[in-house]
């Protein structure tokens, strides 16, 4: 079964982008050029701000998005995180 039967075509692009964004931070986590969680996420939500710009949404189907491909990323790259001892900081 293929994916592209089941999804329309902004679905599909927004799933391969979380994919390719996963791994791009994945490999930038494992060079060491983003060594903390914060940085991770600011990273994460400028390329997902760029990549939903263009897009022809409403403004608020483009923050629901954003917050949805953030978690589905986050949560991908939680091993990468504990493997690679992403530091995070902590408030008390």
Known sequence: ???E???KDTDLMIIQFIIEL???IHAKISA???FYEEQ???YANKRIRSFL???SLKHTLKFVYQSEILQTILFK???TFEQ???LRCISS
């Open 53 to 55: 710009h263009p897009l």
């Open 32 to 34: 060491r050029t983003l």
């Open 1 to 3: 079964m293929l994916l």
């Open 40 to 42: 991770v996420i600011r």
């Open 22 to 24: 996963t791994k791009d």
């Open 77 to 79: 790259l939680k091993p």
């Open 84 to 86: 690679q001892h992403v």
């Open 5 to 7: 039967k089941y999804c």
